[in-house]
């Protein structure tokens, strides 16, 4: 089943995920919610949307910006409404 960590701590993990660009998307429900912490940063690509980060916080220590999604993503990937993927170092694992 794939999973996300980060300092060794699982901080989602589902059977159930998408994969886009090589990045392995997991649902909102996933998520171990305890270790994030909503961010302001937004970025936007030309054929997905704006996408929106969280900080991921494990033990205290922050990594910022570290999962993002797309709320409203275009229709060309509206299979990634309501899934978040990683990056900054957080291993995906399947």
Not at 13 to 24: V, W
Not at 35 to 56: D, E, I, L, M
Not at 70 to 86: L, M, Q, V
Request: with cysteine; charged share 25%; glycine share 6%.
């Amino acid at each position: 089943m794939p999973r996300a960590l980060w300092k060794g701590t699982v901080i989602a993990e589902s059977d159930r995920y998408q994969i886009l660009e090589g990045n392995i998307y997991f649902p909102f429900e996933a998520l171990n919610l305890e270790h994030f912490q909503p961010s302001s940063t937004t970025s936007v690509c030309g054929w997905k949307g704006t996408a929106r980060y969280f900080n991921v916080v494990v033990d205290g220590d922050r990594n910022q910006d570290a999962a993002w999604y797309y709320p409203d993503p275009k229709p060309a990937c509206s299979n990634i409404k309501d899934y978040i993927a990683f990056w900054r170092g957080v291993r995906v694992e399947r």
